[in-house]
């Protein structure tokens, strides 16, 4: 089945700088969402990006099918940035998300 | 964007009991999940729901766990009887097709098991 590896595991930056978050997956996915989940548990979608590069807002997700992997930049970060992403694939073959540990991210003022 | 409602947002229950969750999708969307995640850990596929069927589960989809959607309304996962290891948060998504599409998640229900 699809395995979902996301690096780094944990980030911790200062106010204004940027983050650059990977997800790396093993098999051929139809879709791929980002997801933000905030330290109190609750869960919103980012973006939907299978292929190419998506931008909203301070984000920008770009996706290379063929080498299966996935990043999502944040610029300028906030202490409101401050949670988990997770990536999510597709299981091939399949409507189901298959999601990665996440990277948990650490903004500080 | 498009919003999924989940209710009760919390529910604490004594093992043994039944408990149901409820969904309210996206109003157009004809294909529904449950997702799970323990305390801590990775959220997890459990199924998938689309024209009256389980489409497909996974292994934590127990034989204690069901779904449906009667009539359009909620779409709900009924667990009877609970465990200890039920207790998670339990999401919600739905979306318009199945593989391609981008799913919508609700703010899920922590279920604390006793």
């Known amino acids: 089945g699809q395995q979902v590896q996301q690096s780094p595991s944990s980030l911790v930056l200062q106010e204004g700088e940027n983050a650059e978050l990977q997800c790396n997956f093993s098999?051929?996915?139809?879709?791929l969402q980002w997801f933000y989940q905030s330290p109190g548990g609750s869960l919103v979608s980012l973006l939907s990006n299978p292929s190419g590069t998506k931008h909203t807002g301070r984000l920008t997700s770009t996706t290379v099918t063929k080498e299966r992997r996935s990043s999502l930049h944040i610029s300028s970060s906030q202490t409101t940035d401050s949670g988990t992403y997770l990536c999510a694939p597709h299981q091939g073959g399949s409507a189901k998300l298959i999601f990665g540990e996440g990277t948990k991210l650490t903004v500080s003022s | 964007g498009p919003k999924v409602l989940q209710i009760p947002s919390h529910q604490i229950i004594d093992m043994g009991q039944m408990v149901t969750l409820n969904c309210d999708p996206v109003s157009n969307h004809l294909y529904f999940y449950w997702y799970k995640q323990i305390l801590g850990q990775q959220m997890e596929f459990l199924v998938n729901?689309?024209?009256?069927?389980?489409?497909?589960k996974s292994k934590l989809f127990k034989d204690q766990f069901s779904v449906e959607r009667p009539d359009g309304s909620y779409f709900t996962l009924k667990i009877q009887p609970t465990a200890l290891e039920d207790s998670a948060v339990y999401f919600c998504?739905?979306?318009?097709?199945?593989?391609?599409?981008?799913?919508?998640f609700g703010p899920g229900t922590r279920l604390l098991v006793l």
């Open positions: 729901f689309y024209n009256g069927k389980v489409m497909e």
């Open positions: 098999s051929t996915a139809t879709q």
């Open positions: 998504a739905s979306s318009l097709g199945d593989r391609g599409d981008t799913q919508y």
